[in-house]
């Protein structure tokens, strides 16, 4: 049982460059999130699902797409990457049935964009 | 979407108890008060989660007012491990995303 697993881990972009970051989970949790981290501060949210085929948008959703096509993964993409988008990206997962609505976490992808 | 206070950081002795308070002045009655902290630059860590009643599980105590506009996290025995970032969030409830909101939190440092 891996849980979350995000893809890469690190990676290092230009500035207009594009890229996707791969979340999966393996526990058929129904919502996923996409949270980004700067330095000194809490995570904000960027986009969420909660369902296969949905999205939406979370605090900070500008210059992200995000896509849910299969349950179990979630992608953010950045079409053209700025220095702005510098920073560590995390991806959760939740279950919809009752129980504690705790969020799961992967490790982060940690991006930097020169 | 309710937004929480916390101190910027706190200092706490080993073995003591730590508590670390939060406001919640704005949140809605169906909304659950959670706790998640952070080590090092790891992905947050759940901890506990109250709606209205005084919780206990193997980790922590969370204390919430009666009129719910703030709440208490209780590390009974606090252990250098516990060094961390604590987040004190309100959630929304399911059928609205069941979103988390993140502050900038709490540095929790314990000292030997």
């Known amino acids: 049982n891996a849980g979350v697993t995000q893809t890469p881990k690190f990676r290092v972009l230009k500035t207009g460059q594009s890229m996707t970051l791969l979340c999966a989970q393996d526990m058929n949790h129904e919502y996923m999130y996409w949270y980004r981290q700067d330095p000194g501060m809490g995570l904000r949210l960027i986009h969420y699902?909660?369902?296969?085929?949905?999205?939406a948008k979370g605090e900070v959703p500008d210059g992200y797409n995000v896509s849910r096509l299969k349950k179990q993964n979630f992608l953010l993409g950045l079409e053209s990457a700025a220095p702005s988008q510098t920073s560590v990206y995390f991806c959760a997962s939740t279950t919809r049935d009752r129980g504690t609505g705790e969020l799961f976490f992967g490790e982060g992808s940690r991006l930097t964009v020169l | 979407d309710a937004k929480t206070t916390q101190p910027p950081s706190m200092d706490c002795a080993e073995g003591r108890a730590a508590n670390l308070p939060c406001n919640h002045s704005?949140?809605?009655?169906?909304?659950?008060v959670y706790w998640y902290r952070q080590i090092h630059s790891q992905g947050p860590q759940y901890i506990i989660h109250g709606l209205k009643n005084n919780e206990t599980n193997e980790m922590a105590s969370l204390i919430i007012t009666e009129d719910r506009k703030s709440s208490t996290l209780i590390l009974p025995h606090a252990t250098l491990r516990d060094t961390a970032v604590y987040y004190c969030i309100v959630r929304t409830p399911m059928e609205y995303g069941n979103k988390l909101v993140f502050g900038a939190g709490t540095i929790l440092r314990v000292k030997s």
């Open positions: 699902s909660v369902g296969e085929g949905t999205t």
């Open positions: 704005t949140i809605s009655g169906n909304e659950y």
